[in-house]
């Protein structure tokens, strides 16, 4: 798999990528909050009465952010051929109410391994995501582990 | 109403029950504007072993936690949220969502609570596990 990149180059590679991002903003909309209530039949207003989205949101409201580190990490130079992304586990901690605002979010990587299973060999990439408001308090973060499973080469 | 006093380790919290529907989910991908094929392209799923198109764990995690905070009501107590994605979810599965009180306990002045969590389908298979951490203020 990775016989000729070490694993220690690769994560270089990937925290550079990371450096990249720096930080985004993220504006929490009443309108996609209604749709994912919607959606996921959570009928549960007072929420929104007092200006609180559910902490169910928290991880949509990661997930573009999420897919665009992946996205980026598939890209990269290095990284072998990638057949398929399984999203295995994730933490989510909560340090403040989340509300209808603007939050800036920070990436990291926090791990890198390679592992061989019953399915071929894969890697398994664990990254956070941190949330803050506009007073620069973290209001919660999402650390998610992904099973990037490689490409067999074909000689 | 849930206060400290009445919740007991071992009790059980009654469990939400949702459907994984086509129509919706496809609103949802749409909202979080999904690139990975393997929540939307049939085939794709299908080549990678996969009986169907597989439901994302970020769409799904929510509802894990829908029975404790339709027991708490109260969105804010929840303060730590681990889960594991044991199985692939399938769009039409229909899962059940569980929750059991594990733990009370006291730390720097806050009550709380752990609950173990998880989720079966249609087939009465753990699709999915975790626990959660919310504090009782009262």
Not at chain 2, 107 to 121: F, H, I, S
Request: proline share 3%; hydrophobic share 40%; charged share 25%.
């Amino acid at each position: 798999m990775t016989e000729n990149i070490p694993l220690i180059v690769l994560l270089e590679e990937i925290n550079k990528a990371f450096d990249e991002f720096g930080t985004i903003e993220a504006k929490i909309k009443e309108n996609d909050v209604k749709k994912f209530y919607e959606i996921t039949k959570n009928s549960d207003f007072q929420y929104q009465e007092k200006g609180i989205v559910s902490p169910e949101y928290f991880m949509t409201l990661l997930a573009p952010l999420a897919t665009k580190v992946m996205l980026k990490v598939m890209g990269l130079e290095n990284i072998p051929k990638i057949r398929g992304v399984i999203h295995s586990e994730s933490e989510v901690n909560f340090f403040k109410p989340l509300m209808y605002d603007t939050y800036i979010i920070r990436s990291q990587v926090e791990s890198l391994k390679q592992k061989t299973g019953k399915m071929g060999d894969y890697l398994v990439f664990t990254f956070r995501l941190s949330v803050f408001d506009q007073h620069g308090d973290e209001v919660g973060n999402d650390i998610h582990q992904f099973f990037l499973r490689v490409k067999k080469e074909v000689a | 109403m849930v206060s400290w006093k009445n919740i007991k380790v071992g009790e059980v919290v009654p469990s939400f029950t949702f459907k994984m529907d086509s129509m919706q989910y496809k609103k949802y991908n749409k909202l979080v504007s999904e690139v990975n094929p393997i929540h939307f392209d049939e085939k794709f799923a299908k080549s990678l072993g996969y009986k169907a198109i597989v439901v994302a764990g970020v769409f799904t995690c929510g509802f894990l936690l829908r029975p404790v905070l339709n027991w708490i009501k109260e969105p804010t107590a929840i303060k730590k949220f681990q889960m594991h994605f044991i199985d692939p979810i399938y769009i039409e599965d229909t899962l059940t969502h569980h929750a059991k009180i594990t733990k009370k306990y006291q730390k720097e002045g806050q009550n709380l609570v752990e609950c173990d969590l998880w989720a079966d389908n249609q087939a009465n298979e753990i699709v999915t596990t975790g626990s959660v951490h919310f504090s009782v203020s009262y």
